[in-house]
């Protein structure tokens, strides 16, 4: 039997797991420490630009700060309005940082994907023909929880895409090793 979900509901939290939390803060730290060399280099771009008619530094360092200050804006609001999530460990069902096949019916594609709970994914590491999704993604957010042969539908620029999951790998979420991946 083929159950159908969908992730029509429009208004969502953000998701994070251990590591995503702390790849925010650090971020943020990075973030700061940037900042406070932009704001070295516009205190410079100030004095030495009292003479001449140049402030194109200036004007770099101004949009450098402008910058900066929105994407720490962001993340601390992420931090702050986030909610953490842990892998669930249940063998049956999708869980975090599980490699996934998935047959999208609408494009008439399969490939794989890994679901984390960080806050920006990068290309897996471990695997070159793997991208690593988020669980905030339209199709993270379908996936997490659900069996294989479960037919998933979300939406991404007003295209609905039909997504079966074919199968998953575990990475180690067993109802044993679930505390150890969360630390």
Do not use: W
């Not at 700061?32 to 932009?38: D, L």
């Not at 609408?106 to 897996?124: A, F, N, R």
């Not at 998953?168 to 969360?182: C, Q, R, W």
């Amino acid at each position: 039997m083929i159950k159908i979900y969908s992730n029509a509901q429009k208004t969502k939290p953000f998701f994070l797991d251990d590591k995503g939390v702390e790849q925010v803060k650090s971020d943020i730290k990075k973030l700061e420490v940037k900042m406070a060399m932009i704001n070295a280099v516009k205190g410079n771009a100030m004095a030495s630009e009292k003479n001449t008619t140049d402030n194109s530094g200036l004007d770099f360092a101004k949009n450098e700060q402008i910058a900066i200050t929105t994407a720490l804006e962001e993340r601390k609001s992420v931090l702050k309005h986030c909610k953490l999530v842990k892998a669930h460990g249940d063998a049956d069902k999708v869980d975090l940082y599980d490699v996934i096949t998935v047959y999208d019916k609408t494009i008439d594609d399969e490939y794989k994907v890994i679901l984390t709970g960080k806050y920006e994914p990068k290309q897996s590491e471990i695997f070159d023909d793997e991208e690593e999704i988020t669980l905030n993604s339209p199709l993270g957010e379908c996936i997490f929880g659900k069996t294989k042969g479960d037919v998933v539908i979300y939406e991404i620029r007003d295209i609905k895409h039909e997504v079966l999951i074919k199968d998953f790998t575990k990475s180690g979420n067993t109802k044993e090793d679930v505390a150890g991946l969360d630390k």
